[in-house]
């Protein structure tokens, strides 16, 4: 599966343009990528909405899956 960085990197998104179509500061999203785990459900169906993929795409990410 993909991580969310590589979502957005296909989908020719900068991490500027998801933190405003967030709501939040440019740092906050990257933390989201680095740590997917800490996304939350809210925050996780935004994002799954502004690259067109499934929530599950997002919440189950390659990054999140590793143990």
């Known amino acids: 599966m993909l991580t969310v960085k590589q979502w957005r990197l296909a989908k020719e998104k900068s991490q500027q343009e998801m933190a405003d179509a967030l709501g939040v500061h440019i740092n906050t999203y990257r933390n989201m990528e680095e740590n997917p785990r800490k996304i939350r459900i809210g925050q ?18 390659g990054e999140a899956t590793k143990c």
Do not use: Y
Request: zero cysteines; hydrophobic letters at 60%; aromatic letters at 6%.
């Open 44 to 61: 996780a169906v935004q994002i799954a909405k502004l690259l067109g993929v499934s929530m599950n795409d997002i919440l189950f990410t």
